[in-house]
């Protein structure tokens, strides 16, 4: 029998020491390492997307200039995906994996894409070179003297003028998409075919082979446009951008299935500890009782008050450690709330903080064209100001001055410039805003008590929530109410859980949130939080404040925010309800005083 026991003790305690080493495993970290890699990997293709499209666009404006499409390599593209690809297998990430194959086929197939582009551009820019190349040869023959005393007249004064428009025409033709221009030059391409065959032998041959380059240069446009359009529009960057929300999505579970484990390991370890001490206690005692029985019997009036007293400091002790278990408990919520609040913060500034680099870059790249203007007319003035420089030289230079602000003007660089300019402005202010709200959410002092309007509070939370709430239609039904006597940073906490249960609990199209704000009599607020999701059974409504109680998938909430949103609005001297219909949604009722009944260790919590 003694044996058994034994065994039996053997046994549990090698199942509770492999129960502690599982916990403990679980809550290793995660390697941050790896994701900052992953997201560089992703950032990088992200920039070698945007590096070929800039170069698209500036082989599509610089007209008779060679094309440039591949200022990154086929290398630096297969570096990125294998780096990406061997940390997704690190990670042990099938999404990742197999995304990092799909996303090297999108940037295989751009490449080729790519190819036929260049190939299609030079075809065109040749097909402009020989018609701009023609046109003064032409006028050459058409002006010779010759060439006026054999032929007809009225047909050499049509041919000439026809040719003096046809350069510009043409050039308008490359770089405008408008009817008007195509009908120009296609006019102009059928009335110097028509011309040529009452022209001279030579004049004749060189007007129609202007007329057929036409015809190529014409042809050649919207096979060049329409390559274009495809490459320009690839979707290789949304592809890149859905990868690493992804990833971050898969990350972030992996940190609130950490902090879950982490949970059960302080709940696990303060359990094991009292059932230790227990034990102790218990074998200190009988270990008293077999060695002073006969002391204790004699003594047992004497002693009784000392037993009273043991036993009160022992019930104290476990009250001590179950206060400080508590403590560590909800110290962990509000980390894996810090935790998703910094995730969504990060992601949100992310999205304007791209598109202002975006714009900065493309400022950039057109400040020379403004340098070149500048500097030509700091020459011309130069010019004008000494009248050392001929008046040939002077006109040459207004000319080029005027070409150059008529170009800029045409490209509507300064619209452009400005606009940009414009579109980073709001996107600094969108940041400035979320760092704003984030600061005003977070600075209050947990232990001070002071006069806080709950609307500011509400808009800070929605602000902070903004990457849970943005495709929820959000509705703010705001009364006029009064400033509440709370403690700030305790209120916001409340209001963030309820918004993000809200947030979690309606679907991803069609969310509806309601806020709705009002007053109840003189001395109360009342703070509403309804949505249309999937609502509670009612067999577990009556446990939604209970600690560790959560209706959420496994992984996915600790069962605290409620539990904790209820102690401190009870602290408050509140009330806080809810009311839910399956499949209808749930509504959240808190209620507050506006005058605080908060003690000094009630807000130290």
Same mark, same amino acid.
């Given at each position: 029998?003694?044996?058994?026991?034994?065994?039996?003790?053997?046994?549990?305690?090698?199942?509770?020491?492999?129960?502690?080493?599982?916990?403990?495993?679980?809550?290793?970290?995660?390697?941050?390492?790896?994701?900052?890699?992953?997201?560089?990997?992703?950032?990088?293709?992200?920039?070698?997307?945007?590096?070929?499209?800039?170069?698209? #666009?500036?082989?599509?404006?610089?007209?008779?200039?060679?094309?440039?499409?591949?200022?990154?390599?086929?290398?630096?593209?297969?570096?990125?995906?294998?780096?990406?690809?061997?940390?997704?297998?690190?990670?042990?990430?099938?999404?990742?994996?197999?995304?990092?194959?799909?996303?090297?086929?999108?940037?295989?197939?751009?490449?080729?894409?790519?190819?036929?582009?260049?190939?299609?551009?030079?075809?065109?820019?040749?097909?402009?070179?020989?018609?701009?190349?023609?046109?003064?040869?032409?006028?050459?023959?058409?002006?010779?003297?010759?060439?006026?005393?054999?032929?007809?007249?009225?047909?050499?004064?049509?041919?000439?003028?026809?040719?003096?428009?046809?350069?510009?025409?043409?050039?308008?033709?490359?770089?405008?998409?408008?009817?008007?221009?195509?009908?120009?030059?296609?006019?102009?391409? /059928?009335?110097?075919?028509?011309?040529?065959?009452?022209?001279?032998?030579?004049?004749?041959?060189?007007?129609?082979?202007?007329?057929?380059?036409?015809?190529?240069?014409?042809?050649?446009?919207?096979?060049?446009?329409?390559?274009?359009?495809?490459?320009?529009?690839?979707?290789?960057?949304?592809?890149?951008?859905?990868?690493?929300?992804?990833?971050?999505?898969?990350?972030?579970?992996?940190?609130?299935?950490?902090?879950?484990?982490?949970?059960?390991?302080?709940?696990?370890?303060?359990?094991?500890?009292?059932?230790?001490?227990?034990?102790?206690?218990?074998?200190?005692?009988?270990?008293?009782?077999?060695?002073?029985?006969?002391?204790?019997?004699? *003594?047992?009036?004497?002693?009784?008050?000392?037993?009273?007293?043991?036993?009160?400091?022992?019930?104290?002790?476990?009250?001590?450690?179950?206060?400080?278990?508590?403590?560590?408990?909800?110290?962990?919520?509000?980390?894996?709330?810090?935790?998703?609040?910094?995730?969504?913060?990060?992601?949100?500034?992310?999205?304007?903080?791209?598109?202002?680099?975006?714009?900065?870059?493309?400022?950039?790249?057109?400040?020379?064209?403004?340098?070149?203007?500048?500097?030509? !007319?700091?020459?011309?003035?130069?010019?004008?100001?000494?009248?050392?420089?001929?008046?040939?030289?002077?006109?040459?230079?207004?000319?080029?001055?005027?070409?150059?602000?008529?170009?800029?003007?045409?490209?509507?660089?300064?619209?452009?410039?400005?606009?940009?300019?414009?579109?980073?402005?709001?996107?600094?202010?969108?940041?400035?805003?979320?760092?704003?709200?984030?600061?005003?959410?977070?600075?209050?002092?947990?232990?001070?008590?002071?006069?806080?309007?709950?609307?500011?509070?509400?808009?800070?939370?929605?602000?902070?929530?903004?990457?849970?709430?943005?495709?929820?239609?959000?509705?703010?039904?705001?009364?006029?109410?009064?400033?509440?006597?709370?403690?700030?940073?305790?209120?916001?906490?409340?209001?963030?859980?309820?918004? !993000?249960?809200?947030?979690?609990?309606?679907?991803?199209?069609?969310?509806?949130?309601?806020?709705?704000?009002?007053?109840?009599?003189?001395?109360?607020?009342?703070?509403?939080?309804?949505?249309?999701?999937?609502?509670?059974?009612?067999?577990?409504?009556?446990?939604?404040?209970?600690?560790?109680?959560? /209706?959420?998938?496994?992984?996915?909430?600790?069962?605290?925010?409620?539990?904790?949103?209820?102690?401190?609005?009870?602290?408050?001297?509140?009330?806080? *309800?809810?009311?839910?219909?399956?499949?209808?949604?749930?509504?959240?009722?808190?209620? #507050?005083?506006?005058?605080?009944?908060?003690?000094?260790?009630?807000?130290?919590?």
């Amino acid at each position: 029998m003694k044996l058994l026991r034994r065994a039996l003790l053997i046994l549990l305690a090698t199942l509770l020491a492999a129960l502690l080493g599982f916990l403990y495993y679980k809550t290793q970290g995660v390697d941050f390492g790896r994701q900052v890699r992953v997201n560089e990997h992703l950032r990088n293709l992200k920039v070698i997307d945007a590096k070929w499209n800039e170069a698209i #666009l500036r082989s599509r404006s610089e007209l008779l200039g060679e094309d440039d499409l591949a200022p990154q390599t086929r290398d630096a593209v297969g570096r990125e995906i294998q780096g990406l690809a061997v940390e997704a297998r690190a990670l042990d990430d099938p999404v990742l994996v197999a995304s990092s194959a799909s996303l090297a086929t999108q940037y295989d197939e751009k490449m080729k894409l790519m190819a036929e582009y260049r190939e299609q551009s030079a075809a065109f820019k040749k097909a402009l070179r020989d018609v701009l190349d023609s046109v003064p040869m032409v006028q050459a023959l058409v002006r010779d003297p010759r060439t006026a005393a054999s032929a007809n007249r009225a047909k050499l004064e049509e041919v000439r003028a026809l040719l003096d428009r046809l350069a510009a025409t043409a050039l308008e033709f490359s770089s405008l998409t408008g009817p008007d221009t195509a009908r120009d030059l296609e006019s102009t391409q /059928t009335a110097l075919a028509n011309a040529a065959p009452a022209l001279p032998g030579g004049v004749s041959e060189a007007v129609a082979q202007t007329a057929e380059r036409l015809t190529l240069l014409m042809k050649a446009r919207p096979q060049r446009d329409e390559l274009f359009d495809r490459l320009y529009f690839y979707p290789t960057a949304p592809r890149t951008d859905s990868v690493g929300a992804a990833f971050a999505q898969s990350f972030q579970s992996q940190l609130e299935e950490r902090e879950l484990y982490r949970v059960y390991l302080i709940a696990y370890s303060a359990a094991l500890l009292i059932f230790v001490g227990y034990v102790s206690v218990q074998l200190f005692r009988s270990y008293r009782v077999i060695n002073d029985v006969n002391a204790q019997l004699k *003594s047992a009036n004497e002693t009784l008050e000392h037993k009273v007293d043991e036993r009160t400091r022992e019930l104290s002790d476990a009250l001590t450690h179950l206060k400080e278990s508590e403590a560590m408990l909800v110290q962990s919520e509000k980390m894996s709330s810090l935790g998703q609040m910094v995730a969504g913060v990060a992601h949100e500034i992310n999205t304007p903080l791209a598109y202002v680099k975006s714009s900065l870059e493309s400022v950039t790249a057109q400040l020379p064209e403004l340098t070149t203007l500048l500097n030509d !007319t700091e020459t011309l003035l130069t010019m004008l100001q000494t009248g050392d420089a001929t008046e040939s030289q002077v006109g040459a230079q207004f000319s080029r001055v005027t070409g150059l602000a008529q170009e800029m003007r045409e490209n509507e660089a300064l619209d452009t410039m400005n606009k940009l300019v414009t579109d980073g402005l709001y996107g600094i202010n969108q940041i400035s805003e979320l760092v704003s709200n984030l600061k005003n959410f977070s600075r209050l002092d947990r232990n001070k008590v002071a006069r806080f309007d709950l609307h500011e509070g509400l808009e800070s939370t929605l602000q902070i929530a903004r990457n849970l709430v943005k495709f929820k239609d959000v509705r703010k039904n705001f009364g006029e109410i009064p400033k509440v006597s709370c403690s700030p940073s305790q209120i916001n906490q409340v209001f963030l859980n309820l918004v !993000t249960n809200a947030a979690q609990a309606t679907p991803e199209n069609g969310g509806i949130i309601a806020i709705t704000t009002k007053r109840i009599g003189d001395d109360r607020v009342c703070v509403e939080v309804q949505d249309n999701g999937h609502g509670i059974p009612p067999e577990v409504l009556p446990k939604i404040f209970d600690p560790f109680f959560t /209706t959420k998938d496994v992984g996915k909430g600790t069962g605290l925010g409620l539990s904790i949103a209820y102690k401190i609005i009870q602290q408050h001297g509140g009330k806080i *309800s809810v009311a839910s219909e399956v499949g209808k949604g749930t509504r959240f009722t808190v209620v #507050l005083p506006v005058e605080s009944v908060l003690q000094p260790e009630a807000t130290a919590a």
